[in-house]
């Protein structure tokens, strides 16, 4: 699968300019060179997690030292972290900016994605987590900011879901 080195740039910059100094991840395929600018640059701080739900702790504690953090993961990590999301940032208020590999849409190709895919809304929707699903390289910018604000402003988790029309070369 060739992930998109462009596209991972595009999104990268996005996250410095609107100041985000701070990545948590796990390794995953659609965000290897996410995470790989991130390690090579000395101005961000990227903590690379055991397992997902470590993020909403490390992005709470970003948030009380007054640093922009975003929590990156696939959406199967996602649902393994609604836990720390529900009883940490949704139950005291605290802003998180996830951005989640969409596995398991249309055109997945990995049988073991699909059931992640089809979660992963219905769980965002009933946790009244507000997201959008990013697409297109030419709006990262805008809607990244716009997540950060509204997660800022509202004081909760908002995520932004990186489709496979973004993260993807064919």
Known sequence: MPVSVANSRIIYEALKSINVGLISALPETWL??????????????????NKEEEGVGISAGAHFAGRKSVMMMQNHGFLTSINGIVSLSQLYKIPLLMMISYRGEMGERDPWQTQGGI???PVLQALGIPYNKLSNPD???????????????SQRPVALLLTRDLMWEE
């Open 32 to 49: 290897v060179h996410l995470t790989s600018m991130a390690d090579e640059d000395p101005d961000m701080i990227l903590v690379r997690l």
């Open 119 to 121: 979660s992963t809304e």
């Open 139 to 153: 709006t990262v910018l805008k809607e990244l900011a716009a997540a950060q604000t509204l997660a800022e402003s």
